[in-house]
């Protein structure tokens, strides 16, 4: 995107070196090309005009991660809402000299406030109007004051309330009629139900990504306040400036403070800099997606790190980009587990297999710390692709509640059949397609017993009946 947007000026002032064939056809026939929406279809001209379109391509260029991922745009929103007043979507002025006039007066009202009928009267020779005069005087003024109001830490502080409010009414509304309509729709139905997955197999592509997380508190809704992630080279470490107070035990562990007031992080006193958790979270896509077929390592992970990352993924309409890179996760704390007996080693927390297997000691409870020194621990650990499960695993599992409710499969069966990336919908598909032979075939080519797959046989009859 930043190459296609890097090509907009020079493009449009005649130099097509760099064009896409995709979109400019210069390159096909250069003595018949001409400039459909441009005056006579030649190229612009002027030195000073190309200045100014560079500069203002480059304000895109520098916003591409998130334009790619339809991140906010509010400065185009913004001037959309002034160009909607002046010639409203539910009127047609398309077919009329006058679009022109009412495009350009929103230009005006952007660049130059809305004291600019005024000066443009004056500039025509005619009177500005007193009574014009103090609209725009008035108008200006409540702008600059409501633009003072947004920029304060409070507001922000009470805007992102409001927000988090909403996101729990939508959340509760949800729990009582079901989802019908999100940004997460496709992810919430599982994305790709009409492909059946196979059963994991490691060719030996996979790449190794260790991350960790910390937070604002222990609660599944926390706030992310560090990211980090190693993959053997090169290290991804990011502080996130939070949406809500570090509870005094989580900055008692991670050594993290927030100051609302002046918008600063601090760790263990000194100050750090910290980012938006979506550019965060964009940033960390982009890592991983350099990796071929990541596989996300972690201590605890299941349990805490993804639910809490895969909930700011949501919020943010990230998930589903997010999910395109993973190949899958496999949690440390069951591998130390199966190999260490707690009577041997103490405990399996990571602090205490550094201590005893590497010997040595370590910053605990700091994300990058953290990752670099479990990426160690790997060398004493056994997996394989029975260790494997999927990012969403959490989404997989709740789609087996109304069977759990009915007491048709346990939650233990349930977790099993989506840490294989099965769904319902999966079953039900193989189901459709081939009756019990289908659902035999999938469910035992991932492990699964012949009780389990008549007691999904009986399911999928009775609901048809």
């Given at each position: 995107m930043k190459t296609e947007l890097a090509t907009i000026v020079p493009h449009i002032f005649g130099h097509h070196e760099q064009c896409s064939p995709t979109w400019c056809t210069y390159v096909k026939d250069p003595t018949k090309f001409r400039f459909k929406h441009l005056p006579n279809g030649k190229a612009l001209s002027g030195d000073k005009l190309r200045e100014e379109l560079d500069k203002l391509a480059q304000n895109y260029i520098e916003r591409a991660d998130r334009l790619l991922n339809l991140g906010s745009t509010q400065s185009n929103e913004s001037f959309n809402n002034s160009v909607a007043s002046f010639a409203p979507k539910n009127r047609f002025y398309g077919g009329t000299k006058s679009l022109k006039a009412r495009v350009s007066s929103a230009v005006m009202q952007k660049n130059e406030g809305y004291g600019w009928l005024s000066k443009v009267n004056k500039n025509s020779l005619l009177?500005?109007?007193?009574?014009?005069?103090?609209?725009?005087?008035?108008?200006?003024?409540?702008?600059?004051?409501?633009?003072?109001?947004?920029?304060?830490?409070?507001?922000?502080?009470?805007?992102?309330?409001?927000?988090?409010?909403?996101?729990?009414?939508?959340?509760?509304?949800?729990?009582?009629?079901?989802?019908?309509?999100?940004?997460?729709?496709?992810?919430?139905?599982?994305?790709?139900?009409?492909?059946?997955?196979?059963?994991?197999?490691?060719?030996?592509?996979?790449?190794?990504?260790?991350?960790?997380?910390?937070?604002?508190?222990?609660?599944?809704?926390?706030?992310?306040?560090?990211?980090?992630?190693?993959?053997?080279?090169?290290?991804?470490?990011?502080?996130?400036?939070?949406?809500?107070?570090?509870?005094?035990?989580?900055?008692?562990?991670?050594?993290?403070?927030?100051?609302?007031?002046?918008?600063?992080?601090?760790?263990?006193?000194?100050?750090?800099?910290?980012?938006?958790?979506?550019?965060?979270?964009?940033?960390?896509?982009?890592?991983?997606?350099?990796?071929?077929?990541?596989?996300?390592?972690?201590?605890?992970?299941?349990?805490?790190?993804?639910?809490?990352?895969?909930?700011?993924?949501?919020?943010?309409?990230?998930?589903?980009?997010?999910?395109?890179?993973?190949?899958?996760?496999?949690?440390?704390?069951?591998?130390?587990?199966?190999?260490?007996?707690?009577?041997?080693?103490?405990?399996?927390?990571?602090?205490?297999?550094?201590?005893?297997?590497?010997?040595?000691e370590y910053d605990a409870h700091n994300a990058c710390a953290d990752v670099t020194s479990l990426f160690q621990l790997l060398a004493h650990f056994e997996y394989s692709e029975k260790d494997v499960f999927p990012f969403n695993s959490a989404l997989l599992t709740d789609s087996y509640i109304p069977l759990i409710r009915a007491s048709r499969i346990t939650k233990l069966t349930a977790r099993r059949l989506a840490h294989s990336g099965l769904c319902l919908k999966h079953l039900q598909l193989a189901f459709n397609r081939d009756s019990e032979n289908g659902l035999k075939s999938i469910l035992l080519e991932h492990g699964f017993n012949a009780k389990t797959v008549t007691c999904f046989t009986k399911h999928f009859t009775c609901t048809e009946e």
């Open positions: 009177s500005p109007g007193h009574l014009t005069i103090l609209h725009g005087i008035r108008k200006d003024r409540r702008r600059k004051q409501i633009r003072k109001t947004q920029s304060t830490t409070n507001f922000k502080r009470k805007r992102l309330t409001i927000k988090s409010k909403k996101l729990k009414d939508n959340q509760r509304e949800s729990v009582k009629e079901g989802d019908t309509y999100g940004g997460e729709i496709e992810v919430q139905e599982h994305i790709d139900t009409e492909t059946i997955p196979s059963k994991m197999k490691f060719g030996g592509e996979e790449s190794v990504v260790v991350f960790d997380l910390e937070t604002t508190g222990l609660s599944r809704k926390s706030d992310i306040t560090q990211l980090a992630a190693f993959d053997g080279t090169t290290v991804f470490n990011e502080y996130v400036s939070p949406r809500e107070v570090i509870s005094p035990k989580s900055s008692e562990i991670t050594g993290l403070t927030f100051d609302f007031s002046c918008d600063q992080m601090y760790h263990h006193g000194k100050p750090v800099k910290s980012r938006d958790i979506q550019i965060v979270l964009l940033e960390f896509i982009e890592f991983i997606s350099k990796k071929k077929k990541p596989i996300l390592f972690g201590h605890n992970i299941a349990s805490f790190d993804i639910p809490i990352l895969m909930n700011k993924l949501r919020q943010h309409s990230l998930l589903s980009e997010f999910m395109l890179h993973i190949y899958g996760c496999i949690d440390t704390i069951k591998l130390a587990r199966r190999k260490f007996k707690t009577k041997d080693i103490g405990n399996h927390k990571q602090q205490t297999l550094v201590t005893k297997l590497l010997g040595v």
